[in-house]
């Protein structure tokens, strides 16, 4: 069964980058899938991220991709989300995800992981 | 960007009813539309794929319908635990985008 978490500090400073990991089991991330992110600001609805293949193959969101780094880590069969320069509206849930994939785009997400809270304030 | 339009924003219903949500697509997305169920204080979950590709371990209830740019989520027979907030998701092309939501309130 393939389980996804998410770690990383809860509060950010504006101005600074939020770092996230997500931590996969139960599937290698290698064997194959996109892996992606996608936030949820409190009380609203969900917003793409970006994703990211194994090989290093990532499409992001045109209106985060100045400011959004997603990368692999398959030694320790992770990946992570950097995303810089943050603000109060980037206050979100951050969530984790396996995606579905075919030649040239991405689908649907699952599964997702738990999400984490990330707060942006001085 | 694909905008994705869903009706209603919210809906009160009473167990047993039968729900359906739309999900309407600013230009044709064929099939690549999906749905996801999410419950209070929990993360998204796959309900269909492909406007209506069941998902194992997902209740008959659920339903999907729809091509091009307009889309159903049927709910038959409400249960209680489906009270939740309902999302559309496009794939057709990038940047992928979800639908606003549709929260369930079951009376």
């Known amino acids: 069964q393939v389980q996804l978490q998410e770690s990383g500090p809860g509060l950010v400073k504006p101005s600074e980058t939020l770092s996230l990991t997500c931590a996969v089991s139960g599937y290698s991330i290698s064997s194959g899938y996109y892996w992606g992110w996608i936030r949820q600001p409190p009380g609203k609805g969900l917003e793409w991220i970006g994703s990211?293949?194994?090989?290093?193959?990532?499409y992001y969101n045109p209106s985060l991709k100045s400011r959004v780094t997603i990368s692999v880590d398959t030694s320790k069969n992770q990946f992570s989300l950097k995303l810089s320069s943050v603000t109060a509206a980037d206050t979100a849930v951050y969530y984790c995800a396996r995606q579905q994939h075919t030649t040239g785009t991405v689908h649907w997400f699952d599964p997702w992981g738990q999400g984490t809270l990330v707060t942006v304030s001085s | 960007e694909i905008v994705l339009t869903q009706s209603p924003d919210f809906q009160s219903v009473t167990p047993k009813e039968k729900v359906t949500i739309t999900c309407r697509a600013s230009?044709?997305?064929?099939?690549?539309l999906h749905w996801y169920q999410q419950k209070p204080d929990q993360s998204p979950k796959l309900l269909i794929k492909?406007?209506?590709q069941s998902i194992s371990g997902v209740p008959s209830r659920f339903s999907g319908s729809g091509s091009g740019t307009d889309f159903t989520l049927t709910i038959n027979s409400l249960e209680a635990e489906d009270a939740a907030a309902y999302y559309c998701?496009?794939?057709?092309?990038?940047?992928?985008?979800f639908g606003q939501g549709t929260r369930l309130e079951i009376k």
């Open positions: 230009q044709s997305i064929g099939s690549s």
């Open positions: 492909y406007a209506s």
């Open positions: 990211m293949y194994h090989s290093g193959s990532t």
């Open positions: 998701h496009q794939s057709s092309s990038l940047p992928i985008t």
